[in-house]
C-alpha cells in the first residue's frame, strides 16, 4: 500500500514540476507571440480597460478619456482636435497610435513600469498602473496664431526657443480632428477611408514629416558658409557677381526678381534676396565647406527625434559646380522641413549653436510626480558666434529695409529671411512661400522665438512671395510668444 502511496505522489510531483515548467514557457518564454496574437483580445481589451494619461499643453489637457461601456471601455477624445494633432497624433484602439500617443504610449497607457513604486515585479506581472501625463512645451497662443494663420491655405509652421530648443509652435495643414479616430464602430471606420484617401494629406505632419526646398531661406546658410570659410569679410563691399549669372559649364542663365544685383554686396543680396550673389558665392565657397556648414546646422541627420521621428532635411555632398549654385539657393536637390528652418533661424538668433528641439517638457505620474524631465542640450556649433551676430544683422535689415517688413513688431528687434521656392516638373507647381525669423523684445538679454513658415499654396491671394504670404504667418507667431508688450506697441 505504501509503495502505489509513494507511486502517486511522485507521479504528483512530476505533474507539478510539468505544470510549472509549462507555466514559466508560457508566461515568459512564449508570452511575447501570445501577446502578440491578433486572436488574443485581452491586451487590447485591459489596454482600453481604464482612461488614458493626458497629454497636456500651456498646463491644460488637450486630451481625455471618455467611458462607452463596451469591450474596449474608454476611447480617446480631444480638445481642439485638428489644432493639436500635429503635436498629440491619434490613439485609436483600431488604427493605432502615432506622434505623441506613440511615442510615450506605455505612459500614458499605464504600462511603463516607472509608473509603479515597484517597477521590476510590475514589469514581471505586467501590471497596468494608471496613466502617467506627458506636460508639453507648446505655448498655446503661438500654436493657435500659427493655426489661424494659416487657415484655408496648406502648410506648416515651426516654432521654438532659440535658447532652449523648446518647440513652441507645431502646426500642420489641412488638419483632421483625431477623435475621430477613437472608437471601433462604422463610423471610425468610414473616417479613416476618407483622410487616409484624402489627396490634401490631412493626416500628414508637413512641420516634421515633409521636406520642401527651403528657397532663398537657405541663402542663411549660404552666408554663413562664407562668412567663416573667409569668402566673405566686408558685408558692404562689391560681390563682382553678374547678372544674369551663367551656372558653371552651361548655358543656363541665372536671372533676379529684383533689380541692383549685379556686383551686389552681401548685406543688399540678403536684403532683396539675389539668387545670382548667392549662387555664385555657394560655388567659391565650395562644395566641401558648404556640405559641412550645412550638416551643422543638422542636414542629413536621419537619427533627430523630438520625440517622435523627424524627416532628414538634404543638402547633397557629391555635385558639380552647376548644382552646387542652385543648391546654395535651395533649389536643386536641397530639401527641409518647417522644423530645420526653424533650427537655422535660431542658430542665427542665440550664439551659432544649434539647440536639440525637444516637445516633452516633463512626464509625470496621475498624482503630479516627475518622472522624466529634458534639460536643454546643444547639437551642433552651426557657425562661429562672430558669423551668428553678423547674420543677425543682416536678417535684421531684411525686415527693416528689404523683403521682409511685414514681419516687423514694433517694440522689438526681428530678423527674417524670404523665400520662394521652385518645384515640380520644370518648375510647374506653384512656388512655395517661406520665411524664417526671430524675435526679441527691445531691450531683452535673449531671442524668444525663432520660426519658420511654409505656404505650399497661396492663389487665393494671388502671387505667391514668403514676404506677402508667410512673413504676416511669423509675426502673429512672433507676437504670440513676446506677449503683451508686443501686442501693446502696434
Given at each position: ?17 510539468a505544470?510549472?515548467?509549462n ?8 508570452s ?11 491586451t ?17 489637457p488637450?486630451?481625455g ?21 500635429p503635436?498629440t497624433g491619434?490613439?485609436?484602439?483600431v488604427y ?19 509608473l509603479?513604486g515597484f ?17 508639453t ?12 494663420g ?6 506648416a ?8 530648443g523648446?518647440?513652441?509652435?507645431l502646426?500642420s ?24 484617401g484624402?489627396?490634401d ?24 558658409a562664407?562668412?567663416?570659410?573667409g569668402?566673405?569679410d ?14 558653371p559649364?552651361?548655358?543656363t ?5 529684383v ?29 566641401a565647406?558648404m ?15 523630438v520625440?517622435f ?8 555632398a ?14 536643386f536637390d ?33 498624482a ?20 551668428a551676430?553678423?547674420?543677425r ?8 529695409e528689404?523683403?521682409?517688413t ?7 528687434v526681428?530678423g ?6 521652385q518645384?515640380?516638373?520644370?518648375n ?12 526679441r ?12 513658415v ?7 491671394r494671388?502671387?505667391i ?5 508667410a512673413?504676416p504667418i ?17
Amino acid at each position: 500500500m505504501t509503495r502505489y502511496i509513494r507511486r502517486a505522489a511522485l507521479l504528483c510531483a512530476l505533474l507539478l514540476v510539468a505544470l510549472l515548467v509549462n507555466v514559466v514557457r508560457v508566461q515568459l518564454v512564449r508570452s511575447d507571440t501570445y501577446t502578440g496574437n491578433p486572436a488574443n483580445r485581452r491586451t487590447e481589451i485591459a489596454r482600453w480597460g481604464q482612461p488614458r494619461g493626458d497629454i497636456l499643453a500651456g498646463g491644460s489637457p488637450v486630451t481625455g478619456s471618455r467611458d462607452t461601456g463596451g469591450m474596449f471601455r474608454y476611447t480617446r477624445t480631444y480638445t481642439d482636435g485638428p489644432l493639436y494633432a500635429p503635436v498629440t497624433g491619434f490613439a485609436s484602439q483600431v488604427y493605432g497610435t502615432t506622434l505623441l500617443e506613440h511615442a510615450r504610449d506605455r505612459l500614458l497607457a499605464g504600462t511603463d513600469p516607472g509608473l509603479a513604486g515597484f517597477p521590476l515585479l510590475h514589469d514581471l506581472t505586467r501590471a497596468r498602473s494608471t496613466g502617467g501625463t506627458v506636460v508639453t512645451t507648446i505655448d498655446p497662443e503661438a500654436q493657435r496664431a500659427a493655426y489661424e494663420g494659416l487657415a484655408g491655405r496648406h502648410g506648416a509652421v515651426a516654432a521654438l526657443d532659440p535658447v532652449t530648443g523648446r518647440i513652441l509652435a507645431l502646426v500642420s495643414l489641412p488638419s483632421f480632428d483625431p477623435g475621430e479616430l477613437s472608437g471601433t464602430g462604422e463610423d471610425v471606420a468610414r473616417a479613416w477611408r476618407r483622410l487616409d484617401g484624402d489627396p490634401d494629406r490631412p493626416m500628414l505632419n508637413r512641420a516634421v514629416d515633409r521636406t520642401y526646398p527651403p528657397g532663398s531661406t537657405f541663402k542663411v546658410v549660404t552666408a554663413a558658409a562664407a562668412l567663416d570659410a573667409g569668402v566673405v569679410d566686408d558685408l558692404d563691399a562689391p560681390t563682382r557677381s553678374p547678372d544674369p549669372y551663367t551656372l558653371p559649364g552651361t548655358r543656363t542663365r541665372l536671372t533676379n526678381e529684383v533689380d541692383g544685383c549685379t556686383d551686389a554686396s552681401v548685406r543688399y543680396a540678403l536684403e532683396w534676396s539675389c539668387n545670382t550673389v548667392f549662387a555664385e558665392l555657394g560655388v567659391e565657397t565650395g562644395v566641401a565647406a558648404m556640405s559641412r556648414t550645412a550638416a551643422s546646422f543638422g542636414f542629413d541627420d536621419a537619427g533627430l527625434r523630438v520625440p517622435f521621428a523627424v524627416a532628414r532635411s538634404t543638402f547633397a555632398a557629391k555635385q558639380d559646380r552647376a548644382q552646387l549654385a542652385l543648391s546654395s539657393i535651395g533649389q536643386f536637390d536641397t530639401r527641409a522641413t518647417p522644423l530645420q528652418m526653424a533650427m537655422v533661424a535660431s542658430a542665427v538668433a542665440g550664439d551659432g549653436t544649434v539647440p536639440v528641439p525637444y516637445l516633452v517638457e516633463r512626464t509625470t505620474t496621475a498624482a503630479g510626480t516627475t518622472l522624466s524631465a529634458t534639460r536643454p542640450r546643444t547639437l551642433h556649433r552651426a557657425m562661429r558666434r562672430e558669423t551668428a551676430e553678423r547674420l543677425r544683422e543682416l536678417m535684421t535689415g531684411v525686415v527693416e529695409e528689404g523683403t521682409g517688413t511685414n514681419a516687423a513688431i514694433p517694440g522689438a528687434v526681428v530678423g527674417g529671411k524670404t523665400g520662394t521656392a521652385q518645384h515640380g516638373v520644370g518648375n510647374a507647381g506653384t512656388p512655395y512661400a517661406w520665411f524664417i525669423s526671430w524675435a526679441r523684445g527691445k531691450d531683452a538679454p535673449a531671442p524668444a522665438v525663432a520660426v519658420a513658415v511654409v505656404v505650399e499654396d497661396a492663389r487665393a491671394r494671388g502671387e505667391i512671395s514668403g514676404g506677402g504670404d508667410a512673413a504676416p504667418i511669423a509675426r502673429s507667431v512672433m507676437e504670440a510668444v513676446l506677449g503683451d508688450g508686443a501686442a501693446d506697441a502696434r
